[in-house]
Nanobody
Framework: QVQLAESGGGSVRTGESLTLSCSAS????????MGWHRQAPGKARELVAS???????IYGDSVKGRFTISRDDANNAVYLQMSSLEPEDTADYYC????????????????WGQGTQVTVSS
């Protein structure tokens, strides 16, 4: 099994930045893509960004150009740098991982963290 633990959430104002971290432990092979999903109150969980172990990335349309995902395989970690935050980015952010190369679909991610809350106020 794989355990994922997020950190770095908090409350910020519009236009500010925040970086989320996710640490993976457990049986990490053959883990491949790691990503971030988010769920706002009353809305479905959506992909924010994902990164394959080979480097390719995908982003949700609403965060392109503002968020950057990266990973540090030596430390089994994945990060989400969020800039120009907007109130619409307010949500619980979940780290997720899959054995697949990469995927935009929530159902493809087998492992999930407990989530970390991000609140953006105007």
């Amino acid at each position: 099994q794989v355990q994922l633990a997020e950190s770095g959430g908090g409350s910020v104002r519009t236009g500010e930045s925040l970086t989320l971290s996710c640490s993976a432990s457990g049986r990490l092979s053959p883990l491949n893509a790691m990503g971030w999903h988010r769920q706002a109150p009353g809305k479905a969980r959506e992909l924010v960004a994902s990164i394959s172990s080979g480097g390719p990335t995908i982003y949700g349309d609403s965060v392109k150009g503002r968020f950057t995902i990266s990973r540090d395989d030596a430390n089994n970690a994945v990060y989400l740098q969020m800039s120009s935050l907007e109130p619409e980015d307010t949500a619980d952010y979940y780290c997720a991982a899959t054995n697949l190369f990469i995927s935009t679909f929530r159902r493809d991610y087998e492992y999930w963290g407990q989530g970390t809350q991000v609140t953006v106020s105007s």
